[in-house]
């Protein structure tokens, strides 16, 4: 929420009332520091932060700033960049000669200003000095028509736009030339009630620059949301990142938290909530690389990458079953070290604590079956036994288990707990089952884990 206040050189403060306004807070705190950054601005005349409300100068917000930080923010998606970057050189390359002519023509505002100019030596300046006259013209249209840039989250054409009828964050905006009186009581545009403001072109600043874009709305103080954020902000897989990160991240993030996702390819925001109990699942991991399962019994020109299915679960304490047994089943490769963390993680899902000893004496069982027995044998036993928990036939897994225990000479004790009760005790035969015959069960796997 945004307020009016007469308070010396603020006249504007905004609260983390939800996600959109949090995430204007971010980006106009990185707003302001670039301009402290670059002599602009006193830091003292630009915000104050108050706990969970940030109070600001709002005469430092100019057209001509926020493209110049627009510049610097995605300097990788802006092209003239990259021009300047190649023609500092006294002399270039052949392959970066290419690279001008391509950027040169790489978007319609590029097209325009450049008029079909092909790099020289000698028209060098001219392609200098035509950046330096329309720099702020490509940076505005870079930015408000790039797919990673204003319009992945907000409606292209409401860029420094005054408050409008309908909100200008993607799948918030409304047509209201063509909707809006459908959306109005009676017919009533009028009535139709919004929320729009201008510090809603803040939030692209706010979220991680990856293809499926991250911002942790972790809005308990401002400091905590730049603090969780500073986690993402730079990474190419945020997903990665934070869950992969949260054993060292206590300090950032300790409690339930919503997670905002924005994905390129989607016209909407998706909403994730990270809760305290499945935080501490995944602080417990120990092996998140586990988690990387690239699955390729179907396509291994195209394989499966199923760690967001995994995390997915694991965020709704849903258990990983489906997801060991289609692993176990595969003859081609071998995915044992993902299968036991997966057994792990699984284990944290169900819960209890004398789990995780009887899945030690099932490990153990089962490397005293691969002492005993030859190779093809327990080859043959471990096919059954995959059958048999794949199809959910309990009673006959236990009477395989019961003859390869008669087979070996060797007791399997923690069989007792699936004979009690099997669906719960399940991890158990997921651990005996993958150390059965694998003598790299401890070890990363081999191509599929890449």
């Not at 926020?66 to 190649?86: A, G, N």
């Not at 292209?156 to 459908?182: P, Q, V």
Request: glycine fraction near 4%.
């Amino acid at each position: 929420m945004k307020n009016i206040i007469n308070e010396g050189k603020f006249d504007y403060s905004i609260e983390t009332s939800d996600w959109r306004y949090s995430a204007s807070i971010v980006g106009l705190i990185k707003y302001f520091k670039f301009l402290h950054r670059k002599g602009i601005e006193e830091k003292d005349n630009l915000y104050k932060i108050y706990d969970d409300v940030l109070k600001y100068n709002s005469k430092s917000i100019t057209e001509e700033n926020y493209l110049l930080f627009v510049e610097e923010f995605f300097s990788k998606e802006m092209h003239h960049i990259t021009l300047e970057s190649i023609l500092s050189n006294d002399e270039i390359t052949e392959e970066q000669e290419k690279i001008v002519n391509e950027k040169l023509k790489a978007n319609s505002v590029m097209k325009s200003i450049f008029n079909k100019i092909k790099y020289t030596e000698d028209n060098k300046s001219i392609i200098l000095e035509l950046i330096n006259k329309n720099r702020l013209e490509i940076i505005r249209k870079t930015y408000e028509k790039g797919l990673k840039l204003y319009k992945k989250f907000n409606n292209e054409n409401s860029l420094f736009s005054e408050e409008g009828k309908s909100c200008r964050i993607l799948n918030y905006y409304i047509d209201m030339a063509k909707k809006g009186k459908s959306l109005g009581y009676f017919w009533d545009s009028n009535s139709f009630v919004y929320e729009d403001d201008e510090v809603f072109d803040f939030i692209p600043f706010a979220f991680s620059k990856s293809y499926e874009a991250f911002f942790i709305n972790n809005n308990y103080s401002i400091k905590e949301l730049l603090k969780s954020n500073s986690l993402i902000e730079n990474s190419d897989n945020p997903r990665d990142t934070l869950f992969g990160e949260l054993k060292n991240s206590s300090e950032y993030i300790d409690f339930d938290v919503e997670v905002i996702i924005k994905n390129q390819s989607d016209a909407y925001y998706k909403t994730l909530f990270l809760r305290k109990d499945t935080i501490k699942i995944l602080r417990e991991i120990e092996n998140y690389k586990g988690i990387k399962v690239v699955y390729k019994d179907k396509n291994p020109k195209s394989p499966d990458y199923l760690e967001k299915d995994i995390i997915d679960c694991i965020l709704n304490k849903v258990r990983l079953d489906s997801i060991i047994e289609m692993l176990l089943k595969s003859s081609k490769y071998n995915y044992s070290y993902n299968i036991k963390t997966l057994i792990e993680i699984n284990k944290l899902i169900y819960g209890g604590d004398i789990m995780n000893q009887n899945m030690k004496g099932a490990f153990a069982a089962a490397k005293s079956v691969n002492k005993a027995l030859e190779a093809n044998k327990i080859n043959s036993y471990k096919q059954k036994l995959i059958s048999s928990i794949t199809f959910k036939d309990y009673d006959r897994f236990c009477e395989i288990l019961l003859q390869l225990s008669s087979y070996s000479g060797i007791v399997f004790k923690f069989a007792y707990n699936l004979f009690d009760d099997f669906e719960e005790n399940k991890n158990l035969a997921y651990t005996f089952i993958n150390a059965l015959g694998n003598k790299d069960v401890d070890k990363e796997g081999g191509e599929n884990n890449e």
